[in-house]
């Protein structure tokens, strides 16, 4: 199939548990919606047989199931920028592996890009994660929606319909450590929003520990603002200007009044705060300038192993 309508795109990392139910239910949805399709499956170097039994799966289906076997474990955002890569339907949807998007609601994404949109994203209608990472990611979500012009509700929320001018756009971005629906989000000229059933994990547990969460929204963040930047700057002159007038009041009372010695520890708190607004600015700064490193390194963002396809008639 030169041209599905329909690609879907699924990252999977260490998912053996999930992929036969994910399957099952999967190719039953794409099969009522009476649409050519084709499944892309990036194998993100699982350690379990994940790749064994995707294999199966294109072996009972050569023309419709790919799989993208990476060398290494470079992440979920590579993973699906592989396979966008890959992809050649009109309109690519992207899915987790672990069930939380249940495949069944595919339909109502293909509605909103029937409707005229080009970007369709989502948000869970109540998360089935725990309460701390529930509240972790609205924090985030609150932070990326005060500083960048990214309007989505739900940041965290992959299950997305993206049309191919939108994937060809991404693509030719070679972005490195980017957000994928952020930048999708970029590229929309008529984006949709709707909401999805959110289910718990089918099996296994998340692959993201906290601090991988918090990476993610640095991540957005320095890629999609320059405001924290901004608002260091602002802060840094802001502090010049108050210190500027306390030298000059001190003068001053010095020349009226005599000197002072006392307030010693105020001043030390004042200036231990100032120190660490310091260490967090240059570590601010490195984010940005490990960001332009990044980009200007020429080495491959993902290698691929090996493409199991049906090559006879791709
Ligand atoms: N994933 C991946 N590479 C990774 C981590 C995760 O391809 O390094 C895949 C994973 O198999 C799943 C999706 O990304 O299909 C989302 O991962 P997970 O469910 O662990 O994240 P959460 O839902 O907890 O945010
Ligand atoms: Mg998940």
């Known amino acids: 199939m030169k041209h599905p309508d329909i690609s879907v795109v699924i990252p999977v990392y260490n998912e053996a548990d999930t992929l036969p139910i994910l399957c099952e239910r999967l190719f039953k949805s794409l099969d009522a919606l009476g649409r050519t399709y084709e499944v892309i499956f990036t194998n993100d170097g699982s350690k379990d047989n994940s790749l064994a039994v995707l294999k199966g799966y294109h072996e009972q289906h050569p023309d419709t199931v790919r799989i993208i076997d990476f060398h290494g474990n470079y992440g979920q955002h590579m993973a699906i920028m592989a396979a966008f890569e890959k992809s050649r339907g009109r309109v690519v949807i992207n899915l987790d592996a672990d069930l939380q998007n249940p495949p069944e609601e595919i339909y109502k994404l293909l509605e909103k890009i029937d409707a005229g949109h080009d970007y369709v994203g989502s948000y869970r209608d109540s998360r089935k994660d725990n309460v701390f990472r529930t509240y972790i990611s609205k924090f985030m979500n609150w932070i990326r929606a005060s500083i960048t012009d990214i309007h989505m509700r739900d940041q965290g929320c992959m299950f997305r319909a993206y049309s191919r001018h939108i994937i060809d756009k991404i693509v030719a971005s070679h972005e490195r450590s980017t957000f994928i629906p952020a930048l999708g989000y970029k590229f929309a000229i008529n984006p949709a929003e709707i909401e999805m059933r959110h289910e718990p994990r089918a099996a296994g547990e998340s692959k993201y520990s906290l601090y991988h969460l918090i990476r993610v929204s640095f991540?957005?963040?320095?890629?999609?603002?320059?405001?924290?930047?901004?608002?260091?700057?602002?802060?840094?002159?802001?502090?010049?200007?108050?210190?500027?007038?306390?030298?000059?009041?001190?003068?001053?009372?010095?020349?009226?009044?005599?000197?002072?010695?006392?307030?010693?520890?105020?001043?030390?708190?004042?200036?231990?705060?100032?120190?660490?607004?310091?260490?967090m600015g240059i570590g601010l700064v490195g984010e940005y300038l490990g960001r332009v490193f990044q980009s200007l390194s020429q080495r491959p963002r993902f290698i691929i192993r090996e493409m199991v396809e049906n090559k006879t008639e791709g």
Not at 227 to 249: A, D, R
């Open 219 to 279: 991540d957005l963040i320095t890629s999609f603002s320059l405001v924290p930047l901004q608002l260091f700057t602002l802060f840094g002159m802001v502090v010049s200007l108050g210190s500027g007038l306390l030298v000059f009041y001190m003068l001053l009372r010095r020349l009226f009044i005599g000197p002072e010695a006392e307030g010693v520890f105020t001043l030390f708190a004042i200036l231990f705060f100032l120190i660490s607004v310091v260490i």
